[in-house]
């Protein structure tokens, strides 16, 4: 394969010991490939031109280690880290797999699993920034509900209120430049979540102690499988300065969490996010939430992450060709150039602006005459991603 697409550090390409460690266990069965040890997931992935490598927790240090135990794990990692030039980027809490959170971490009826909860969040934190992560990252994987008289709405956002401004000021007592990404998903493992699309997150941070400190993480598959327009949302979170971290994988719509490999299956929604994210400039971590597929081998792995790399590297060719692309720019020059003598009605508003617009004139029918042309357009997209232009 054409080595030019190869993942390069300089990429930021990031993959979490989740993913690549996936070991091919679903609801209905059980694993079809072993576990791959950490270290080793770091000596490959740098071997492909992953730049960073990210955790839960417990992906590391099993919940139920000594401190020995801990220390020696962290050790080890952090010696593979060094060896093979990886970093940590992102660090997170699972507060969903072990039993005791079957009802929540941080919105549970029960204040003590609440305060186990912070307690867990805490000790993360602090190896999250020992291993050298800037960004913390929270998926409320049972923060929701399916019984939903059981536990009162209102009373779960205070209580996830509550403790993300306890983290915030758990983070500025200690001093850690550390800040948070909030990750949303509608439905699953619960039957519905409490902050179910990025846009309820971006609502929720303003109501924080300390808003500065709290972006969001948007998931392509978690908006997908809401059926919403996951480059929108991430534009909307780059328009308000909020887009702290990103995770790509690939989702059919309406169906479960399939975290496919990143663009395996919508290529326009992949080319327009690969778009979007270049031409703004974004240079947070591209960070890949996916993982093979179940009927593969390690090797299937590997074949897996090198995939999501060199997607995203064509898609940002193809994002290169779009733009050099001259009848395609040219239409666009046209579009956005039409009728520039009524910008002065527009923008901020003032009192001599406002009588001046109450008094144009506009002929309606006229207005709406003309098409648009954009499914020439349109087909010129396709034609570019299909290889043809």
């Known amino acids: 394969m054409d080595d030019a697409y190869k993942g390069k550090k300089e990429d930021k390409f990031s993959f979490g010991l989740w993913t690549v460690g ?85 919105t549970s009826n029960d204040p003590k699993v609440r305060a186990y909860g912070l307690q867990k969040v805490m000790q993360a934190i602090d190896l999250g920034v020992e291993l050298g992560a800037e960004t913390y990252v929270f998926w409320g994987g049972r923060e929701g509900a399916e019984c939903n008289v059981a536990k009162d709405p209102i009373d779960a956002l205070k209580r996830y209120r509550e403790g993300l401004n306890y983290l915030c000021r758990y983070v500025r007592d200690q001093k850690y430049k550390l800040r948070f990404a909030m990750e949303a998903k509608p439905n699953e493992p619960r039957a519905d979540m409490y902050f179910p699309t990025t846009g309820h997150y971006l609502a929720f941070i303003e109501t924080l102690d300390f808003p500065e400190m709290v972006g969001v993480n948007p998931e392509l598959a978690h908006e997908h499988m809401a059926g919403l327009n996951f480059h929108h949302g991430v534009a909307q979170a780059i328009e308000v300065g909020k887009l702290f971290h990103i995770d790509l994988n690939d989702q059919r719509f309406g169906r479960y969490d399939q975290d496919f490999r990143f663009g395996s299956e919508d290529y326009k929604s992949a080319f ?79 009192k001599k602006k406002a009588q001046s617009l109450k008094r144009a004139k506009f002929d309606i029918d006229a207005m709406a005459k003309p098409g648009l042309g954009y499914e020439r357009l349109d087909q010129m997209l396709t034609e570019l991603l299909l290889g043809m232009r």
């Not at 898609?315 to 040219?330: H, L, N, P």
Request: aromatic content about 10%; proline content about 6%; hydrophobic content about 35%.
């Open 22 to 106: 996936n070991v091919g266990r679903d609801p209905f069965g059980d694993p079809s490939r072993k576990p791959i040890p950490p270290t080793r997931i770091v000596k490959k992935l740098s071997e492909l031109g992953a730049w960073g490598i990210n955790l839960h927790d417990n992906d590391l240090v099993p919940i139920d280690a000594t401190r020995q135990q801990r220390n020696k794990i962290v050790r080890e990692f952090k010696k593979a880290l060094k060896d093979y030039g990886m970093i940590v980027p992102m660090a997170t809490t699972n507060t969903f797999s072990h039993p005791v959170f079957k009802d929540g971490g941080f």
């Open 272 to 350: 327009l996010l690969v778009r979007l994210l270049e031409d703004q400039g974004y240079d947070g971590p591209r960070h890949f939430d996916a993982h093979a597929f179940r009927t593969e081998d390690e090797k299937g792995v590997w074949d897996f992450a090198d995939g999501c790399m060199r997607t995203y590297n064509i898609f940002k060719e193809k994002t290169a060709r779009f733009a050099e692309d001259a009848e395609i720019q040219g239409i666009l020059k046209e579009i956005e150039g039409k009728n520039p003598e009524f910008e002065k009605h527009l923008g901020k508003y003032s």
